[in-house]
């Protein structure tokens, strides 16, 4: 209940004043965005402000039923941050060194339990504006939940407005691009590429688009 109350005033009085006052979020195709779970959300992945700027998406009713799937080896560092992220930020950490069981378990038990979980199949933070390798763990978490729907979704300007190693937001448009639902493909390779190339085609179509300032 606590982590609750404290999780709608983290957003109401930071989150969302930083992304709709500060900075500004320009969205496409909105309409695509889930209405309810489960759903898993892809993106790609070039700033800390990629997942504030995803859960700003959802109105305050669902943010508790919005999870940002993150590296536990981060998150979980130390005890304020775990406790943060986990309470705050309402996480699912997942190991990215191997050793659990099953490491995907709590991904697919809130999926079963209908929730939205934002994923970054690029695995961590790549270089501003260029698309990384993507992982094949979200391949493997759809096979498990394959009538799940999986929307893509490209972000342009978060690594400009927060880049790696700086604190304070820069006052700049956010773009954010959602891409038609996709759904698990039995041919690992066929699933992957096409997800790839739904994420550049989206880069494409927000390239030009306007200017971040």
């Known amino acids: 209940m ?3 109350i404290l999780r709608t005033l983290f957003t109401l009085c930071i989150v969302w004043p930083v992304i709709w006052l500060w900075l500004g979020l320009r969205i496409r195709h909105r309409e695509r965005l889930p209405t309810r779970g489960p759903a898993i959300i892809v993106a790609n992945h070039n700033s800390h402000m990629d997942v504030f700027a995803l859960l700003s998406l959802f109105p305050l009713r669902r943010q508790a039923s919005v999870h940002p799937v993150a590296a536990a080896d981060y998150f979980l560092r130390n ?3 775990a406790w ?3 309470n705050i930020l309402n996480i699912i950490p997942i ?3 191997g050793g659990e069981a099953d490491p995907l378990a709590q991904c697919e038990q809130a999926l079963r339990d209908g929730k939205v979980l934002i994923l970054f ?6 270089e501003p504006g260029k698309l990384s390798p993507l992982k094949s763990g979200l391949w493997h978490l759809s096979q498990r939940v394959p009538e799940v729907p999986i929307i893509p979704v490209w972000l342009r300007g978060t690594e400009s407005v927060m880049a790696k190693g700086n604190r304070i937001p820069l006052p700049l448009f956010i773009d ?3 891409g038609s639902a996709l759904y698990f493909h039995g041919d690992k390779h066929l699933f992957m ?3 790839q190339q739904q994420l550049l085609l989206l880069e494409q179509q927000t390239k030009g688009l306007h200017s971040h300032e």
């Open 2 to 4: 606590l982590s609750s």
């Open 176 to 178: 954010v691009n959602i």
């Open 193 to 195: 590429d096409g997800l």
């Open 121 to 126: 199949p690029e695995g961590t933070r790549g």
């Open 84 to 86: 943060f992220a986990l």
């Open 79 to 81: 005890k304020a941050m």
């Open 95 to 97: 190991s990215r060194k």
